[in-house]
Structure formats: C-alpha cells, structure tokens
C-alpha cells in the first residue's frame, strides 16, 4: 500500500521562507513530485525529485531523502500569490504506476 | 500549445442519473489519467489511458468507466449517481506512457448530485 503525509495547513508571511514536508510510504517508490492549486484552479506542475538532493527552480526548491522516505518543498521570499494549496506525489510502480497525491497543505501567505 | 480541456465545467444531476465528462488532451499527448478531487479526500486517482488502453485503475466502484478514443481524447462515465459522488473532476495529460511525473492538469468538471 501507500500514504503520503504532509501538513494540512501552513502560513507565514510575506518575504519569509516556508518548508512543507512530505513523508510517505510504499513498496515501489519512484520519485517525488510536487503540484500547486490555487482555489478554483487547476494544479500544476511545480518540480520533481527522481534522485537524492536538492532541485532548484527559482524561488521553489524541492528536496528528496530516499533512505528516510521524505521529501519537502522548500519557498522563498513568500509572495501573496503563492497563497494556494500544495500537493505531494509518488508513482507507485507496485501498483500499476498509479500517481498518489497527499493531502494538500495549504499556505496562507499574510502581508 | 492549447491546454488540456474539459467539458462540461459544470454539471448538476440528481440521485440515480448518470454523467459523462469528456478530455481533450494536450496536442500530442497519449497519456490520459482521471482523478476525483473532494475536500475530504484529495485528489483519487481513478483511472489511466494510454493509446486508447487502460492502464491502471483506482479504488473505484464500477459505477466509474472510462474509455480512450483514436485521437486521445478521453470520456468517463458514472453511472447511478450517489451524492457522494459529488466533486471535482480533473483530467490530467502526459506525453509519456504511465503518465510520467509531468501531469498538464485541465480546469476539471464541477459535479454536484442532488
């Protein structure tokens, strides 16, 4: 089986850094993506770890710990505009190569 | 390029009737995977297609269906609708087979059962 467990919400303020961690369990992990929906909207494709370490893009960073089955998606310098809703994933290839998806932490970004 | 699309984007039904959603993918893309998105639960994978073929399948009763047409576009189906079944209904393409890890999400099909 598989579950994937992040925070179920997070704020901070603008201009600040935030890290929203994903742990997750299964038998056939193949690599870690993180997605962002604002509300109403559709998500989209933010980054992906497939190996160990660290994956800049941007202001977004996303890290990867295979030994520790743990990731987490790292923002900085917070803007109003990243007020959305965060969501981990993992292919399971255990299981057909479905795409889990955790919860969804959400991120209140105040002034 | 064009984006992923979905019709309708709203929908009202009642208890017992029965939907069908349709996807467009991004041109080019053979990968199509489904998801039921509700506050309660997330995002559930229900079902992937690749050239016209179903690749996996969720934890979903038989009610769900789907299929894949020549030209990637995909439809689902849910017969005798509960109203539990209410949710967001995204559909998500890829270029790859097995979906890859880049999923274009289209803006989803608002399904509410009275």
């Known amino acids: 089986g598989q579950s994937l467990e992040q925070p179920s919400e997070v704020t901070a303020v603008e201009g600040a850094i935030v890290q929203i961690n994903c742990t997750y369990q299964t038998s056939g992990f193949y690599g870690l993506s993180w997605y962002q929906q604002h509300d109403g909207g559709a998500p989209t494709f933010l980054s992906y770890n497939g190996l160990d370490g660290l994956e800049e893009t941007g202001r977004f960073s996303s890290f990867l710990s295979r030994s520790d089955s743990y990731g987490y998606l790292l923002l900085q310098e917070l803007q109003m505009k990243d007020s959305a809703s965060y969501f981990c994933a993992v292919r399971d290839f255990n299981q057909g190569g479905k795409l889990i998806f955790g919860q969804g932490t959400e991120l209140s970004v105040k002034p | 390029k064009a984006g992923v699309t979905q019709t309708p984007r709203y929908l009202i039904k009642t208890r017992g009737q029965q939907v069908t959603l349709s996807c467009s993918p991004i041109s080019g893309h053979r990968s199509v995977s489904w998801y039921q998105q509700t506050p309660g639960q997330g995002l559930q994978f229900l079902f992937e297609?690749?050239?016209?073929?179903?690749?996996n399948k969720g934890n979903f009763p038989g009610r769900f269906s789907g299929r894949q047409f020549s030209n990637s576009r995909s439809e689902m189906n849910v017969s005798t609708l509960e109203l539990g079944d209410s949710a967001l209904y995204l559909c998500?393409?890829?270029?790859?087979?097995?979906?890859?890890?880049?999923?274009?999400f289209g803006p989803g099909t608002r399904l509410t059962v009275l």
């Open positions: 297609y690749f050239s016209e073929t179903q690749r």
């Open positions: 998500a393409s890829s270029g790859l087979a097995g979906g890859g890890d880049t999923q274009y």
